[in-house]
């Protein structure tokens, strides 16, 4: 078994991550599948727009953490990797909805789901941060 | 309003974001008007969809190019916060609209608002950061 050795705000960005992010997305997964998809929910009003701020906490605590991190983080190079991957995350998750955006609009596409933002966000983040870290290995 | 910035790398990056805007919405009026004049389909329709996201890519890398150019390790820091805020508010924004769509009947929000939201909640942030830092 291998040991990283990482510094204090990386443990402290990974305990966060665990302990407040990863629940989060739990109690949104059951939330959604549990209440809204088995039971067939459908809150309205004031409800479905807590519903709806829960949905997105997890989000919303994810870049506080990384926030709280870049904060804390005293290796330049750590950081830099990091915003890289976002910018990237960003950039392409930008361009793809408005493709998407444009496709749909002039009827090439049928109506996307707005929420698919998030998930394309993650996913290329993922990806560029492991292509960073296979770059600079 | 660029004789105010002092930094060449800030000038250079305002320019550049200023062409990129102005190229976003020369290309979404031309492909409008290419979707309503001409009507367009197959990989011509999709060539000419792609056109408005090709100046955000642009912005985005005109960005990393910045951050790589700033000396001042505090503009750095700033459009980084800006950065993370704006990426944030839109993620959280096209979440919870996609949940009231589904299960609320919310009216269908367009993809294509995602990138402006996104810059209107950077310059939100910009500002927030920038007062806290004051």
Redesign the interface.
């Known amino acids: 078994m291998s040991s990283r050795v990482g510094s204090p705000a990386k443990y402290r960005f990974e305990d966060r991550v665990l302990f407040f992010v990863v629940p989060l997305f739990f109690l949104d997964a059951i939330l959604g599948i549990w209440g ?1 998809h088995y039971h067939h ?4 009003g004031a409800l ?2 807590v ?3 829960l ?2 906490s997890p ?2 605590a ?3 953490i ?2 709280l991190y ?1 904060a804390g983080e005293t290796d330049d190079f750590q950081k830099t990797v990091l ?2 991957s ?3 995350g ?2 392409v ?14 009827g ?1 596409l049928r ?8 998930i394309l ?1 993650f996913v290329t983040v993922t990806v560029s941060m492991l292509v960073s870290r296979w770059r600079y290995r | 309003m660029l004789c105010s910035i002092k930094s060449l790398a800030q000038r250079r990056y305002v320019i550049r974001m200023w062409v990129a805007a102005a190229l976003c919405v020369l290309f979404a009026v031309v492909a409008g008007l290419a979707f309503r004049l001409g009507h367009p389909h197959g990989v011509l329709g999709y060539g000419i969809a792609v056109l408005p996201a090709l100046p955000i890519i642009w912005a985005l890398y005109a960005t990393g190019v910045f951050l790589v150019e700033e000396k001042d390790e505090f503009q750095r820091n700033l459009l980084v916060q800006s950065l993370l805020g704006g990426t944030g508010g839109i993620l959280a924004a096209a979440t919870a609209w996609g949940y009231l769509e589904d299960f609320a009947h919310a009216p269908h929000a367009d993809l294509i608002w995602v990138y402006p939201l996104f810059w209107a909640f950077a310059g939100i942030s910009y500002g927030v950061v920038w007062a806290r830092y004051r």
């Open positions: 809204f929910l459908h809150p309205d479905a727009v519903c709806a701020a949905q997105s989000i919303i994810f870049i506080v990384v926030g870049l915003v890289q976002i910018l990237r960003i950039g998750t930008l361009a793809v909805t408005t493709f998407c955006g444009s496709l749909e609009k002039y090439f109506q996307m789901d707005v929420s698919w933002v998030q966000f």
